[in-house]
């Protein structure tokens, strides 16, 4: 059974960061590209980044910049370090796998709040 965790989220002002972290059990994880998504409330999800299991990463334009994507294929886990954040940057934050993202489950993501 496939599982991911998402943790990391909080409260921060304007400027600020923080590191999300996803922790994944029952998939050959090294294997798989990785993503985050977000949803703010009133707005559908958006795919912010991704990173494949060679490490190619891709960003969403709001996000380029100010966000890395990273993962440890040795912890089954992956990671968005996100700085210089933004209220705008408000959401609810889910890691996925493309082929989870297509049968539509979603974890319960972790809720980033960012204060002006």
């Known amino acids: 059974q496939v599982q991911l965790v998402e943790s990391g989220g909080g409260l921060v002002q304007a400027g600020g960061s923080l590191r999300l972290s996803c922790a994944t059990s029952?998939?050959?994880?090294?294997?798989?590209?990785m993503g985050w998504h977000r949803q703010a409330p009133g707005k559908q999800r958006e795919l912010v980044a991704t990173i494949t299991s060679g490490g190619t990463t891709n960003y969403a334009d709001s996000v380029k910049g100010r966000f890395t994507i990273s993962r440890d294929n040795a912890k089954n886990t992956m990671y968005l370090q996100m700085n210089s954040l933004k209220p705008e940057d408000t959401a609810v934050y889910y890691c996925?796998?493309?082929?989870?993202?297509?049968?539509?489950?979603w974890g319960q993501g972790t809720q980033v709040t960012v204060s002006s």
């Open positions: 029952g998939l050959l994880f090294r294997l798989v590209t």
């Open positions: 996925n796998t493309e082929a989870r993202v297509r049968l539509g489950y």
